[in-house]
C-alpha cells in the first residue's frame, strides 16, 4: 500500500504535549518516560454517529507516529475532512458510509443495531458515553455474536471475553490495517529507546537492598519473589481494570 509522503491536515493535528510519566498533579506516576522524538497528534473520529447517514471517500492513507494503524484521511459529502483508522481492503477512492443505510463493508461505521452477527468491528466502547476505546490497534477486533432483548447485544472482545452492550454503542466494520508484520522489533541501540521517549532504567537485581527489594545477595540473583517495584507492589499479573467495568455485563459460562 502506498502511504502519503507529504504534509498532515494542519487543521486535524494538535501539539502533543510530553507528560514524562507525570500526572495532572505533576507526581511521576510512571518512571523512566521523558524525551522521545517531537511528533503531533493526529485527531482521529473514533465515533462516527456526527456523520451518520453520509458518504465520504477515501483522499489518502497516512502514516500516524501515534499508533501501529495507518490512518485514512476521508472527505464528506459536505467538503468535511477527517481521520479514521485504516482498517483491511480500504485504498485511496474507496467509498465508506455511516449509519444504517449502510451495509456491512470494511470501513463503514453504524450503531450495534444495524451490524448483522458474525461481523468483525473495532473502535467501540464500553458504553455510549465513553469514547471509542477498545480494539484499536493493528490485528485487534471484537465479533458481534448474538442479540438479547431490544437493548443488548453480546460481542466476543479481543482479550476473548463474552460481553453484552448496548444496542446505541458505535462500531467501525474490519480489522484495523497493520503496516508491516506483527513481529518483535529489535531496538539495536540505545539511541532508538530515546527517540521513543524511554529513559534508562537500572535492573533491581544490581541495586543494594536499601534501595530495592530485590537488590543484595552474593553474585547474581533471580530476586527469589514476585517482581515487584521499589515499593514492594507487585508488577506482573496486577489486576488494573476498574471495578466499574467487572459488572453483571460479563458473560459466564
Known amino acids: 500500500m502506498r502511504i502519503w509522503k507529504g504534509k498532515v491536515v494542519k487543521s486535524l ?3 502533543l504535549k510530553k507528560s ?3 500526572n495532572n498533579s505533576g507526581v511521576i506516576t510512571l518512571r523512566h518516560r521523558g524525551g522521545g522524538h517531537p511528533s503531533k497528534y493526529r485527531l482521529i473520529d473514533f465515533d462516527r454517529s456526527t456523520f451518520n447517514g453520509k458518504y465520504a471517500f477515501v483522499k489518502r ?3 500516524d507516529p501515534s499508533r501501529n494503524v495507518p490512518i485514512a484521511l476521508v472527505c464528506y459529502e ?6 479514521v483508522l485504516c482498517p483491511v481492503g480500504i485504498r485511496p477512492g474507496s467509498m ?6 449502510f451495509e456491512s463493508y470494511n470501513g463503514n461505521s453504524s450503531s450495534l443495531a444495524n ?17 471509542s476505546g477498545l480494539a484499536r490497534a493493528a490485528g485487534a477486533f471484537g465479533q458481534v455474536l448474538k442479540r438479547f432483548g431490544r437493548h443488548y447485544i453480546m460481542l466476543k472482545i479481543p482479550s476473548g471475553q463474552k460481553r453484552f452492550f448496548h444496542v446505541s454503542i458505535w462500531a467501525s466494520i474490519g480489522i484495523p490495517l497493520a503496516l508491516k508484520e506483527l513481529k518483535p522489533v529489535y531496538v539495536y541501540k540505545a539511541g532508538r529507546n530515546r527517540w521513543l521517549g524511554y529513559r534508562p532504567s537500572v535492573r533491581g537485581v544490581a541495586m543494594n537492598p536499601i534501595d530495592h ?4 545477595g552474593q553474585g547474581k540473583t533471580s530476586g527469589g519473589r514476585p517482581s ?3 515499593w514492594a507492589i507487585l508488577t506482573k499479573g496486577f489486576v488494573t481494570k476498574p471495578k466499574r467495568f467487572a459488572s453483571k455485563l460479563i458473560y459466564k459460562f
Open 13 to 15: 493535528t494538535v501539539r
Open 96 to 101: 465508506i458510509g455511516n449509519g444504517i443505510l
Open 20 to 22: 514524562s510519566g507525570r
Open 228 to 230: 515487584v517495584s521499589p
Open 78 to 83: 459536505n467538503g468535511v475532512l477527517s481521520y
Open 115 to 131: 451490524i448483522p452477527p458474525g461481523t468483525l468491528i473495532h473502535s467501540f466502547g464500553f458504553a455510549p458515553v465513553l469514547r
Open 213 to 216: 527489594p530485590h537488590g543484595g
Open 61 to 63: 492513507i497516512e502514516y
